[in-house]
């Protein structure tokens, strides 16, 4: 699927790893990509966000506010259990289902060590590196994960030979997807009302 993504949708994927790093999140969810695609200067789609008020700088404020930043010693650091809770999001029973399955720490960040060699620019999941260290680039969510799958669904349905943003933005405008959507109603919108305006936006810039 990879091969299949333009130079400026690889850009938005490795941008939301940065954005994930500097806000000190644990893994990339679909609210990092969508600050990776309004890093875009010369996107449409970009710029239709930008239309409703989505900016960047506005969309990492509501990202903090609902996830928090990583800056505490469990890798989660000011994260609004509260907020999480307001969305069904239990995140003592994450932390506890993760533990049980891959063992203590395993939501932890990882530590800083030498990137490990990879053939894709964006790996979906942990790998060790040399020294058997967990680290270089974070990890996936796994809805981050289903965005990016349903970005080439969303390319095949408009006909395209290639995933470029206006798929990503598609695929990550999940209305089951709570937290990005509790970021788009801090924004003043919702999913489903970004999907129709890029919709629209792609059908007369055809």
Request: proline share 7%; with cysteine; glycine share 10%.
């Amino acid at each position: 699927m990879f091969e299949r993504f333009t130079r400026q949708a690889r850009t938005v994927v490795m941008q939301a790893q940065q954005e994930a790093r500097s806000l000190g999140h644990t893994d990339v969810g679909t609210e990092h990509l969508l600050l990776g695609v309004l890093a875009q200067e010369g996107s449409p789609v970009a710029d239709t966000l930008r239309r409703r008020g989505i900016t960047a700088p506005a969309c990492r404020s509501a990202v903090e506010t609902v996830l928090g930043r990583g800056n505490g010693p469990d890798g989660h650091g000011a994260v609004d259990a509260e907020a999480l809770q307001a969305l069904g999001i239990d995140l003592d029973e994450v932390r506890s289902r993760a533990e049980r399955t891959f063992g203590p720490g395993a939501l932890d960040a990882p530590e800083p060590g030498p990137r490990p060699r990879r053939l894709l620019p964006f790996p979906l999941g942990r790998r060790r590196n040399r020294d058997g260290d967990r680290g270089g680039h974070i990890p996936f969510a796994p809805r981050a994960r289903r965005a990016l799958q349903r970005s080439l669904r969303e390319a095949v349905d408009l006909k395209s030979r290639h995933i470029g943003v206006e798929h990503l933005l598609l695929g990550l405008l999940d209305p089951a997807d709570k937290l990005t959507s509790e970021v788009l109603r801090r924004l003043g919108t919702e999913p489903g009302t970004v999907r129709a305006d890029v919709l629209a936006d792609l059908a007369r810039a055809a």
